[in-house]
T-cell receptor
């Protein structure tokens, strides 16, 4: 298994909703990432987990809450989002944070109404 | 921090060769990546350079000059399916090894 999977593929939510994005990999990678990508912009790093510990939080608002329950799973909990949070949310993984390649999942297209 | 510059758009002809440049200014450097991203899809890894020189992989080659803060991606024998955005990304040398992406170059291949 050489892929990163993400669910759901699309998500529409209101500003008062609570939802979660899920990411899974079975490549034995010990580093996992959340990126946010707006249209026609590059991916922007949000969080990095290394060996299931949060190692980077790029000043992301607290309405985004990451969780790494085990080495294969990464969640992003969403609460009280704003319309400007609408974007493609990409999960990625790599062998370690120093690896030569990050493998990206297909992303979750999030729309906040 | 990292400051990464790439041309916004390029157009090239099917079968030709195109070179996409990337310049960067960084407080610490531990490698440069090139990714390809088709519209609406996730980025896919193309190449990684950490030492000066040319890395070749099939129709794609990537070059790095650390002293000049400069890299290029060379695509040969262009195909229509190569129409995509090409993202240059630089990794920090700090403890967290953060990767920062450039704004990307949108390449259009025309017949």
């Amino acid at each position: 298994d050489t892929e990163v999977t993400q669910t759901p593929k699309h998500l529409v939510m209101g500003m008062t909703n609570k939802k979660s994005l899920k990411c899974e990999q079975h490549m034995g990678h010990r580093a996992m990432y959340w990126y946010k990508q707006k249209a026609k912009k590059p991916p922007e790093l949000m969080f990095v987990y290394s060996y299931e510990k949060l190692s980077i939080n790029e000043s992301v608002p607290s309405r985004f809450s990451p969780e790494c329950p085990n080495s294969s799973l990464l969640n992003l909990h969403l609460h009280a989002l704003q319309p400007e949070d609408s974007a493609l949310y990409l999960c990625a993984s790599s062998q370690e944070t120093t690896a030569h390649e990050q493998f990206f999942g297909p992303g979750t297209r999030l729309t906040v109404l | 921090g990292q400051n990464i510059d790439q041309p916004t758009e390029m157009t090239a002809t099917e079968g030709a060769i195109v070179q996409i440049n990337c310049t960067y200014q960084t407080s610490g450097f531990n490698g440069l990546f090139w990714y390809q991203q088709h519209a609406g899809e996730a980025p896919t890894f193309l190449s990684y350079n950490v030492l000066d020189g040319l890395e070749e992989k099939g129709r794609f080659s990537s070059f790095l000059s650390r002293s000049k803060g400069y890299s290029y991606l060379l695509l040969k024998e262009l195909q229509m399916k190569d129409s995509a955005s090409y993202l240059c990304a630089v990794r920090d040398s700090g403890g967290y090894q953060k990767v920062t992406f450039g704004t990307g170059t949108k390449l259009q291949v025309i017949p």
